[in-house]
Every structure is written in C-alpha cells, then in structure tokens.
C-alpha cells in the first residue's frame, strides 16, 4: 500500500478530479487516496474496508483460499475502488488500472464521499477509520487479558450478533432506551432554558393560578410514576420503553461485560454498522456516484487530462447496463433515476401548472424551468430521503418500462412463481410483468431486507433477562438457527435469552433450550403495552 502521491502521474489526476468536484459546488471532506495490488486489495475486503484488524484465524484461513483461487484465476481481482466514507475518508485504487480508469474511481469516489456528508443518515463520522483502529488495538490487548480459548469463543459469539445492527431503524437505541444521560441531558435542558415572560395584567389573577393545579390524586400519581421511572433507571443504568431492533447496539452499551470483551462488542459494531446505511440508500448513493463521475471525467477529457473516451464509455455502460427487479443493478437505476429528476426540475415538470395541465400534447412538449435549480433540488432529496422514499416518489410505470425492471428472462419465470395474469407480454427470451407489481415488491424490500425482524423488547424477563420478538411477516424462522443464535446472545449477555416467535416462547438458560406455547401477540400489541410499562409476556 502506498500513497497517490507516490505516482506523479496519478497525483495530479487526484488534483484536477478534486478541483472540479470543488469547482462544480460539492461538498467533500479530506479524502486520502491509496495504490493497492490484487492481493492487498483482496485482503482490504476481509478487514471490512479498512487498513488494519483485530489479529484472528479465521481471515488468515480465508486470505489463503483467496490468494490461491486469485493466483490460479478462479477468482477475479479485478476490484476498481474501494472507498471507506467518513472526514478523512480513505480511498483505494488497483494498481492494475490505466489511468483514465483510475481518474474514474476517483470521480466516483468523490460521488459516495459527498453522499455520506449530506445524506439524512449521517455516515460521515468525524476520524472513522482512526477509531477503528484504536478498537483493533484494544481488541489485540484484550485478546492477551482473556486466553485464546475465551477470546475465540466470545469473538464466534459477537460475530453471530451481527445481523442485529440497525442504528437507522425507527426503533434503534436513540427511540427505544434512555438511561442516566439521557435524563441528565433532559434535565440540563430544562435549566436552560429561558422562563417565559409574565404578562403584566391591570387586574387580579389568582384564580388563573390556582386553576392551573392538578388535584392531590393526579400530582400523587405524576410523582409516583416518575419515582418509579429513576429507581428503574438507577437500578438498571436505562430502560427499555419501545421495542429496540439495534440488538448488538443494545449489547455493545449495556452487556455486563470486561474491557476486553466491550473492545470486541465496540469493534463489530463500528467496523459492520455502516452496512445498514449502504443497504438503506444504495441506489441513491451508487446513482449519484455515477452521475457525477460522469461529469467530472468529460471535464477531464474535455481538457485533455486522460485519453480513452471509448474505452471509458465501454466501461460506463457495462457498469449501468439494465437487470430485472429482483436483481437490480443500484448503478444503472441510481443513475439514470437522477437524471431524470434532473430533467424533471429542468423543464418545470414538478410544478403544480404541470401536474394539473391536461393537454397531452403540452405536456409532452412542456419545457418551463422550475423555480429550484435541478442540482439544489437533487441536493435537498439527499439531504432528506433514503431510497425507499427515493423510490417512492420518482419510480413510475413508464421508468419501470424503460429501465427494464420488468423484463424477466424465460428462465426464472418458474422460479419466481409469475401466472399468466402477471405476465403482460412476452418473446422468445423474456418475459414483461406488470409494471405496478415491479414497484410494490421493490418497496417492500425496503420493509424488511429480506431478514427477520427481531426486536428486544424486555431487559427484565427471567432474573434479569433479555426477551425478543420476531415480528410476524408470513416467514417463520428456521428452528435449527434458533438454538445457537440464542446461546451466543446468552454468551454475551450473561443471564436467560428467551425469544417469541409465532405463538411459541424459546428460552436459552442453563445450557438448554426450552419451548412452550404463549398467546401470539402482534407487534403493534406490544407497543401499546410498553407504553404503558406493562410486561409484553409474563414469565
């Protein structure tokens, strides 16, 4: 690994690309550039994207199968970047590109860099990358503190927790737990604030006054319910007062663990939980990538600071080139998704004189630019909405059509279940199904990724245990994976596991599981009965 700067000619690519990203108007933090060849490259990916990792055999056994499948050509190293977001942001490139490849990667990276410092989600953290590799040296110091035997075990148990990460639910640790600081922060905001002016009257308002008083039973039951609310809190250090599906971000805070054990929580969690921003925004953040790579590199050309247009064109279209729905390409649908809103605010087809004119031929020839710019408009859309929104809002039947997100090849027409009511037309390759259809099953990818959607919901079940719910959308879980998930958690967390799924109650204590059945309750159930700080299940 070496820096750009090693290579004059790639440094001063580095400086034309950045000094039309800022020259354009973007909105970049430092971002340090690195040459990697194939095998650094490979072992980058193992250590989640960044330069350095906590010392274990598991990713010495994968780099050697890697190294030996890359060396043999079973397996591509062909890798054009790899970017890890946050200020300084820290970017990678093959040393095996052309130069006119490696101002692209640049171009690209500029795109993702500025997308994570103005998306709504924030994944821009201030020294990421350093903090990481704090965490791999605590976790390295830690590994000497517990035995290897300990240390293996406790890492198996926290790797297993990770699919729990969600920080950018509705139900993450921020709208689900408060604990001593957040009470603290209340309370020093309440001292701040400033008190409320008295209005001067001409007349007497004592009766005003004593109005404004609850009687004895209501100010007897304020006080008791927020003396009962502290002691929780100083009993427990938080409370748990809606379901919480950031699990391992619950662990990372509260499991009763040793400095050794946390660093491993810490480092799971910091090093994985950027997953759930690229998974909720994808599309969006890949699409703007794209879409100002693609300028910047005609600036480029235009100027005569690479060569090869062609080739470059090539690429860029192979990247974007179409797929069906249900394995959907974010660079082509990003992509072209923000042209078209460019063209939307360019011509004036946001405004409401166009939504309500009703001459077709005028709306097809309607050209009358919005008051918004397209750029500041497609910079407020960043700053506010995620890809479901995203989605939503600008994805029509007509875009489903011309994007091909229809189009389904003849061989998985069986495999997805598709009956002849679906299908609106076909060939002899592919078939097209209804384009409303498309749109439904893409946004409700958006509801569950495709996983289980488990939430904690009780920290105080059984002596001081956790109790989850697997909230029920049509898909049971697999009752092998249920036993080992449970044992881990349990491994962490020191005391019983029990999770609710369907009308039965799993609990792992004292190395057993046990099953028995509950009344089955719906998510929404539970969330009315946490408001009311009452028990979800009885133990």
């Excluded at 001063?12 to 020259?23: C, G, M």
């Excluded at 994976?481 to 009308?503: C, D, E, F, M």
């Amino acid at each position: 690994m070496k820096p750009v700067k090693t290579d004059p000619v790639l440094h001063e690519l580095e400086s034309r690309v950045i000094w039309h990203a800022n020259d354009m108007g973007r909105t970049l933090p430092e971002i340090r550039f690195f040459i990697l060849d194939r095998i650094e490259f490979a072992s980058l990916l193992e250590k989640h994207v960044y330069p350095t990792s906590p010392v274990n055999i598991w990713e010495g056994k994968r780099m050697v199968t890697k190294k030996f499948n890359i060396e043999t050509g079973q397996e591509s190293s062909l890798y054009y970047e790899v970017v890890q977001t946050g200020n300084p942001a820290y970017a990678y490139l093959n040393n095996s590109n052309s130069p006119m490849m490696q101002a692209s990667v640049m171009a690209h990276v500029v795109g993702h860099c500025e997308f994570s410092e103005l998306n709504v989600l924030q994944d821009s953290n201030p020294d990421r990358t350093e903090y990481v590799m704090h965490l791999v040296k605590k976790v390295n110091m830690g590994q000497q503190q517990m035995g290897e035997k300990n240390y293996i075990q406790f890492w198996n148990a926290a790797e297993s927790v990770i699919p729990l990460i969600a920080p950018h639910s509705q139900h993450n640790l921020a709208h689900s737990v408060e604990d001593d600081s957040f009470r603290y922060k209340e309370a020093e905001s309440v001292e701040n604030d400033s008190p409320t002016p008295k209005l001067m009257r001409p007349y007497s308002y004592t009766m005003d006054v004593l109005l404004q008083y609850d009687s004895v039973e209501v100010a007897w039951e304020k006080e008791q319910k927020k003396k009962d609310h502290q002691e929780q809190i100083s009993r427990k250090g938080f409370r748990l007062y809606r379901p919480c599906q950031d699990i391992l971000g619950f662990l990372c805070r509260y499991a009763p663990t040793s400095r050794a054990e946390k660093a491993i929580l810490d480092y799971m969690y910091v090093s994985h939980s950027s997953h759930d921003f690229v998974i909720r925004s994808q599309i969006m953040n890949e699409g703007w990538a794209m879409y100002w790579e693609k300028k910047i590199m005609l600036k480029l050309f235009a100027e005569k600071a690479v060569k090869g247009v062609i080739d470059y064109a090539r690429v860029f279209s192979g990247v974007c080139s179409p797929r069906p729905f249900f394995m959907r390409n974010p660079y082509h649908l990003g992509y072209h998704l923000w042209n078209h809103i460019e063209e939307l605010y360019r011509d004036g087809k946001v405004e409401l004189e166009f939504i309500e004119e009703t001459d077709q031929h005028k709306k097809e020839t309607w050209k009358k630019p919005a008051r918004t710019e397209p750029v500041a408009a497609m910079e407020h859309l960043v700053r506010t909405i995620t890809d479901y929104e995203f989605l939503r809002r600008f994805l029509s039947e007509e875009l489903v059509e011309a994007f091909y997100l229809n189009r389904i090849p003849k061989m998985y027409v069986n495999m997805l279940g598709l009956n002849k009511e679906t299908i609106i037309r076909d060939d002899s390759q592919f078939v097209w199904i209804d384009p409303r259809l498309v749109k439904e099953e893409m946004l409700m990818f958006f509801t569950h990724f495709q996983r289980p959607r488990i939430y904690l919901i009780d920290t105080d079940f059984i002596d001081g245990g956790l109790l989850l719910l697997h909230r029920n959308d049509g898909k049971k879980l697999r009752k092998d994976w249920i036993r080992p998930t449970l044992r881990n958690i349990h491994y962490i967390w020191k005391g019983a596991v029990s999770l609710v799924s369907g009308g039965s109650l799993f609990t792992y204590s004292n190395n057993r599981l046990s099953e028995k059945n509950v009344p089955e309750m719906t998510f929404e159930q539970v969330i009315e009965q946490m408001k009311k700080s009452e028990k979800p299940i009885s133990a």
